[in-house]
């Protein structure tokens, strides 16, 4: 009983924790992928260092929000509470 209860918990949580990843990190930035490479591309030959650090900053920026979601939080709980129900 308990370990059918930690896998519905589990699997629940995992669900969450993709939804709020996409939710709050990446966003629908990979609907408009194809234009933000060829922009990418093109002022690559301008400066390429300037390049590298605004793609580090966003992804900084990602992470950031990622780990301020409340839906994140909630999901890696949800993913202890279900190891510690499979525990008992």
């Not at 996409?22 to 933000?36: A, L, M, T, Y």
């Not at 793609?55 to 979601?69: E, M």
Request: aromatic share 8%.
């Amino acid at each position: 009983m308990m370990q059918s209860i930690s896998d519905k918990l589990f699997m629940g949580s995992l669900i969450l924790l993709m939804i709020s990843v996409v939710v709050s990190g990446i966003g629908f930035q990979f609907i408009n992928w194809r234009s933000q490479v060829n922009d990418e591309l093109d002022s690559e030959t301008k400066d390429s260092s300037s390049r590298k650090k605004a793609v580090i900053d966003r992804q900084d920026k990602s992470l950031s929000r990622v780990l301020r979601s409340y839906l994140f939080w909630i999901a890696i709980v949800g993913i202890l509470v279900s190891i510690v129900l499979s525990r008992l």
